[in-house]
């Protein structure tokens, strides 16, 4: 489901719109959730998936910025490492399953296993210039590894759900 113009900014749009509102949502329900679940994830992964890798870098790098400015969250110390990490998600999702052709586990895995080496480069370059609340390998075996990882399944159960039926959805709808 490849969109151009008018679409692009329509579903781009709305899917960074997603990106900001799930993780609000999550975290009302209840805040560690959203560290666990990694709600912004979602919109940007089916962002570069469903409108295309351009799509996806853009929520990917947008996302966690406005969401920090609008809602408070992520905390600041996050932001900088989602900005590297979210785009990567989105721009591999996109490049992979739109352009390469590959399959949505493949694609998504690959967007899922880059973007996380993403985070964890940002994460020493960061802990080299502020102290975190964490140290470096706290962050990475708490956070990137095992508190994210019911995130990690939930993103390898819905996304492809979710691309799967919206495919289905657009080929019924051209005939």
Same mark, same amino acid.
């Given at each position: ?22 993780? +609000? ?31 996806? +870098? ?9 969401? $920090?400015?609008?809602? *408070?969250?992520?905390?600041?110390? $996050? ?6 990490? +979210?785009?990567? !998600? ?6 992979? !399953?739109?352009?390469? =052709?590959?399959?949505? !586990? ?38 990137? +590894?095992?508190?994210?990882?019911? *995130? ?14 919206? =495919?289905? =959805?657009? $080929?019924?709808?051209?005939?």
């Amino acid at each position: 489901m490849a969109a151009s113009g008018t679409r692009f900014i329509a579903h781009t749009s709305l899917l960074l719109a997603l990106a900001v509102l799930l993780p +609000l949502g999550v975290h009302y329900v209840n805040p560690l959730f959203a560290r666990v679940l990694l709600p912004m994830h979602l919109p940007v992964l089916l962002a570069g998936m469903l409108v295309g890798p351009a799509s996806g +870098l853009l929520v990917g790098l947008l996302a966690p910025g406005l969401s $920090a400015l609008i809602t *408070g969250l992520p905390p600041a110390y $996050a932001v900088p490492l989602m900005t590297l990490e +979210l785009p990567v !998600y989105g721009l591999v999702a996109g490049l992979t !399953y739109m352009r390469f =052709k590959w399959n949505v !586990y493949a694609s998504l895995l690959t967007a899922m296993v880059l973007g996380r080496l993403m985070f964890v480069i940002a994460l020493l370059v960061l802990a080299s210039f502020i102290a975190l609340p964490y140290t470096a390998a706290e962050y990475f075996t708490t956070g990137v +590894l095992t508190a994210s990882l019911p *995130g990690l399944v939930l993103q390898l159960v819905i996304v492809p759900v979710i691309v799967t039926a919206v =495919k289905r =959805k657009s $080929a019924r709808s051209r005939y």
